[in-house]
């Protein structure tokens, strides 16, 4: 079903960020892990989230949803063998974490998920979770479906992954839980720290420190430890604010409010590109802390915007939101380039030839590289009028919507159902600011 996005003259309006993906995973793995019940407040209701509840529940823990956002686990403080697959559907983080939490029990799980996830890599979760004692069966080696089988004590690594990833580096620290003697991973590059963060929320004690000036971040933990129930709201996920914050920026009069959204040096890559190096018009107040998470509301306005070369060391920082800076580059002054993203090549799709395509069928001149993409602006509003392949990838699918918003001509998408999996309000949102996302059949 092709959905089209229509340019319209003004981007304006205020809106509440939707529950963090990320922290919405680990909130309910923590509490799953647990002995006693955990309550939250706004949980992101997305399908990749819905499945990791569902693996939690077919793994012995009490998951109850009690309204919208409004979620209740029982955790037993551990997992029971369960009686049927565990089908994370689109989830890389939430089958990876998974993957990680259950290593330290004796049981076997199946892992499987849909086509896309399917052809992902586990690699690097399953080297780590192997040297730690635990068997993991694949198919083709690396890939779901998979069989892991737990063990009841784990043995303790030292482990420094190969490329930055946030879920690597979870998946061995919920595994160092169970395991015998200290668990550390050292990071060349920083993550985001989101599973640091809630394990010290459940009681757990961490070591973090620094290598010496500019060196590997070291995390560390000693196995054996309980988690504790956690009462908390989920902060709002700074990769979803993108997309409303976007259609203000580009829109010839935008001025755009986004409530609640989480603020971590880990995650806020996008906004200090924007901000710092392509001239956009952005602002923010102090909104709380949620969850040890300062909350931000973000605003964003018209202004001329220009190309920029984006520093490696900021890539970790942003690997979700290059698909919405592409966008956001297309109607920039100048040339914008990314690389040192190769981890884009294994997303939901390739997402650096994804990108490409969106916005050459668009009439934007780009170019892919092996780690990344170069984007010659506009200078203004990009031709549009394309038929956009989303590739079942959500971050292209809002992406392409949001561009149409400001093209010349009306932007559309073969498929949007997929945004269900981390963004279920964003028709009514982006409706909300003025956008008109609809049916071609309506």
């Given at each position: 079903?092709?959905?089209?996005?229509?340019?319209?003259?003004?981007?304006?309006?205020?809106?509440?960020?939707?529950?963090?993906?990320?922290?919405?995973?680990?909130?309910?793995?923590?509490?799953?892990?647990a002995?006693?019940?955990?309550?939250?407040?706004?949980?992101?209701?997305?399908?990749?989230v819905l499945?990791?509840?569902?693996a939690?529940?077919?793994?012995?823990?009490?998951?109850?949803?009690?309204?919208?956002?409004?979620?209740?686990?029982?955790?037993?403080?551990?997992?029971l063998?369960?009686?049927?697959?565990?089908?994370?559907?689109?989830?890389?983080?939430g089958?990876?974490?998974?993957?990680?939490?259950?290593?330290?029990?004796?049981?076997?799980?199946?892992?499987?998920?849909?086509e896309?996830?399917?052809?992902?890599?586990?690699?690097?979760?399953?080297?780590?979770?192997?040297?730690?004692?635990?068997?993991?069966d694949?198919?083709?080696?690396?890939r779901?479906?998979?069989?892991?089988?737990?063990?009841?004590?784990?043995?303790?690594?030292?482990?420094?992954?190969?490329?930055a990833?946030a879920?690597?580096?979870?998946?061995?620290?919920?595994?160092?839980?169970?395991?015998?003697?200290?668990?550390v991973?050292?990071?060349?590059?920083?993550?985001?720290?989101?599973?640091?963060?809630m394990l010290?929320a459940?009681?757990?004690?961490?070591?973090i420190?620094?290598?010496?000036?500019?060196?590997?971040?070291?995390?560390?933990?000693?196995?054996?430890?309980?988690?504790s129930?956690?009462?908390?709201?989920i902060?709002?996920d700074p990769?979803?604010a993108?997309?409303?914050?976007?259609?203000?920026l580009?829109?010839a009069?935008?001025?755009?409010?986004v409530?609640g959204?989480?603020?971590?040096?880990?995650?806020?890559?996008?906004?200090?590109v924007?901000?710092?190096?392509?001239?956009?018009?952005?602002?923010a107040?102090?909104?709380g802390d949620?969850?040890?998470?300062?909350?931000?509301?973000l605003?964003a306005?018209?202004?001329?915007?220009?190309?920029?070369?984006?520093?490696?060391?900021?890539?970790?920082?942003?690997?979700?939101e290059?698909?919405?800076?592409?966008?956001?580059a297309?109607?920039?002054?100048?040339?914008?380039?990314?690389s040192?993203?190769?981890?884009?090549?294994?997303?939901?799709?390739?997402?650096?030839?994804?990108?490409?395509?969106?916005?050459?069928?668009?009439?934007v001149?780009?170019?892919?590289?092996?780690?990344?993409?170069?984007?010659?602006?506009c200078?203004?509003?990009?031709?549009?009028?394309?038929?956009?392949?989303?590739?079942?990838?959500?971050?292209?699918?809002?992406?392409a919507?949001?561009?149409g918003?400001?093209?010349?001509?009306?932007?559309?998408?073969?498929?949007l159902?997929?945004?269900?999996?981390?963004?279920?309000?964003f028709?009514?949102?982006?409706?909300?600011?003025?956008?008109?996302?609809?049916?071609?059949?309506?």
């Open positions: 079903m092709v959905w089209t996005s229509h340019p319209v003259p003004r981007i304006v309006g205020q809106i509440r960020a939707p529950g963090d993906k990320s922290c919405s995973h680990r909130a309910l793995i923590l509490a799953s892990l002995k006693g019940t955990s309550t939250f407040s706004g949980m992101l209701e997305g399908d990749d499945r990791t509840a569902g939690c529940r077919a793994l012995g823990a009490g998951v109850e949803r009690l309204g919208v956002g409004r979620w209740e686990v029982i955790g037993r403080g551990g997992f063998a369960p009686s049927a697959a565990l089908d994370f559907g689109n989830s890389g983080t089958s990876r974490l998974m993957m990680g939490a259950v290593a330290g029990f004796p049981i076997d799980a199946r892992f499987i998920g849909d896309s996830l399917s052809g992902r890599p586990m690699g690097r979760i399953i080297d780590p979770l192997t040297a730690m004692g635990a068997k993991i694949a198919s083709d080696g690396q779901l479906p998979l069989v892991l089988t737990g063990r009841e004590r784990l043995s303790a690594i030292d482990y420094a992954p190969p490329k990833s879920q690597v580096k979870s998946a061995v620290l919920l595994a160092g839980l169970r395991a015998e003697g200290r668990t991973v050292r990071e060349a590059s920083d993550t985001r720290d989101h599973t640091e963060r010290r459940a009681g757990a004690e961490l070591e420190r620094r290598e010496g000036p500019g060196g590997p971040r070291i995390v560390s933990l000693e196995g054996g430890q309980a988690l129930p956690l009462q908390t709201a902060p709002g990769s979803s993108a997309f409303p914050i976007a259609a203000g580009i829109s009069d935008g001025n755009v409010l409530e959204v989480m603020s971590n040096d880990t995650r806020s890559g996008l906004y200090d924007l901000a710092a190096r392509m001239g956009a018009v952005i602002g107040d102090e909104a949620v969850c040890g998470e300062r909350t931000i509301d605003h306005s018209s202004g001329g915007l220009k190309g920029t070369d984006v520093p490696p060391r900021t890539v970790p920082s942003m690997i979700d290059f698909p919405i800076l592409a966008v956001i297309a109607f920039a002054e100048g040339e914008t380039r990314v040192g993203a190769e981890e884009l090549r294994v997303k939901e799709t390739d997402r650096i030839a994804a990108t490409v395509d969106m916005l050459r069928v668009n009439g001149e780009a170019e892919a590289l092996d780690d990344g993409f170069v984007v010659q602006g200078g203004g509003p990009p031709p549009g009028g394309g038929v956009v392949e989303t590739r079942h990838d959500h971050r292209i699918a809002m992406s919507l949001v561009m918003t400001a093209a010349q001509s009306p932007v559309a998408v073969d498929d159902s997929m945004i269900e999996t981390s963004y279920p309000r028709v009514a949102d982006m409706a909300a600011i003025g956008a008109e996302i609809r049916d071609v059949a309506a």
